[in-house]
């Protein structure tokens, strides 16, 4: 990301940037446009005064206010959940109550300085957990298909670094950011997308519905290095009938965003999902279908493994399909 941010200024193609153009147009790279100075960016106050609104607007700011706690309540729940998935091995307790108290506390205090509130951080949280375990291959067994005794090489977590020091460690150069504001407006626009795109893809492994996507182009033999449990419980139609109509409401309520004047309504297609789950998909796929397939993921203790696999040959294949058809 350095690297690539040095790259418009190398060369001739600094002549394409606004800080040789003198401004920026639909010819120059696009940068971050920052304020040169730290103070409120029209002529105010820092802080708000309520009550400078008319009272209408009071009670109709209600509205919004409500459909962006929704927002805020999964976003801030979800990512607290896939940040303390099972998978990861964690040893000390969750939170979720007294981090949301905590994010009221700070969404109150931005609300009256008139900035962007705080929420929760997708996929930042489960990257950050993710980026303090250990992780070791072990081999575990495959019992999908005709590959009865054989065994898989699969990365496990072993243990997990649990502390405050890199998350308070990350606020303080964020923080610290405003000391060299100037530098941040150099930034390239692209070289940041890069970034959020990278974390996104970087989300994907472990994530069990981007695997259940791409059960539609993997072979049948090769289904087990998918690593889902559903797989020997759910038949593979009703796996796919679940995946498409997920995939669906994915790019419906992806377009709702899209879509002028009724953009910020997502969030209610969000909190419409949990009434789904609970009573319409049980209906469709089965109750225990589709908790088999939403699942979480077992604690690395729980995860069948194999620490000393014995030597697979044709030979050791053949007799434990011949004792399993027995």
């Known amino acids: 990301i350095v690297f690539f941010c040095f790259v418009p200024y190398m060369g001739g193609n600094y002549d394409l940037t606004p800080d040789s153009v003198g401004a920026e147009t639909d010819d120059t790279i696009a940068t971050l446009d920052v304020p040169s100075t730290f103070e409120p960016s029209t002529s105010r106050s820092w802080i708000i005064n309520p009550a400078d609104c008319p009272v209408w607007a009071i009670f109709f700011a209600i509205i919004p206010a409500l459909i962006l706690t929704v927002l805020f309540f999964f976003d801030h729940n979800v990512s607290s959940l896939l940040c303390q998935a099972p998978e990861f091995g964690l040893k000390k307790g969750s939170a979720y109550h007294w981090?949301?108290?905590?994010?009221?506390?700070?969404?109150?205090?931005?609300?009256?300085?008139?900035?962007?509130?705080?929420?929760?951080?997708?996929?930042?949280?489960?990257?950050?957990?993710?980026?303090?375990?250990?992780?070791?291959?072990?081999?575990?067994?495959?019992?999908?298909?005709?590959?009865?005794?054989?065994?898989?090489?699969?990365?496990?977590?072993?243990?997990?670094?649990?502390?405050?020091?890199?998350?308070?460690?990350?606020?303080?150069?964020?923080?610290?950011?405003?000391?060299?504001?100037?530098?941040?407006g150099y930034i390239p626009i692209a070289a940041l997308d890069g970034l959020f795109l990278y974390m996104g893809i970087a989300s994907f492994g472990g994530n069990t519905f981007f695997s259940r996507i791409l059960l539609f182009i993997t072979d049948r033999e090769r289904l087990d290095a998918r690593g889902l449990a559903c797989l020997h419980t759910v038949p593979r139609k009703t796996i796919h009938q679940f995946t498409a109509l997920q995939l669906v409401i994915l790019i419906a309520i992806f377009g709702v965003t899209l879509a002028p004047y009724v953009e910020g309504l997502f969030p209610v297609l969000i909190a419409v999902l949990v009434p789904l789950r609970i009573y319409t998909l049980p209906k469709l796929f089965g109750a225990d279908n589709v908790?088999?397939?939403?699942?979480?993921?077992?604690?690395?203790?729980?995860?069948?493994?194999?620490?000393?696999?014995?030597?697979?040959t044709a030979e050791y294949v053949h007799d434990h399909a011949s004792t399993a058809e027995t």
Do not use: Y
């Open 291 to 312: 908790d088999a397939m939403d699942a979480a993921g077992e604690p690395p203790q729980q995860a069948t493994v194999v620490e000393h696999p014995p030597h697979i």
């Open 99 to 184: 981090d949301f108290f905590v994010i009221g506390i700070q969404i109150f205090i931005t609300g009256m300085l008139g900035i962007p509130p705080v929420n929760g951080l997708i996929p930042q949280a489960p990257l950050h957990t993710d980026s303090l375990c250990e992780k070791a291959f072990r081999q575990r067994r495959v019992t999908h298909m005709n590959n009865h005794g054989a065994t898989a090489k699969v990365e496990v977590i072993v243990g997990c670094h649990e502390q405050r020091v890199s998350a308070l460690a990350q606020a303080v150069l964020i923080g610290l950011t405003l000391a060299v504001i100037d530098i941040i």
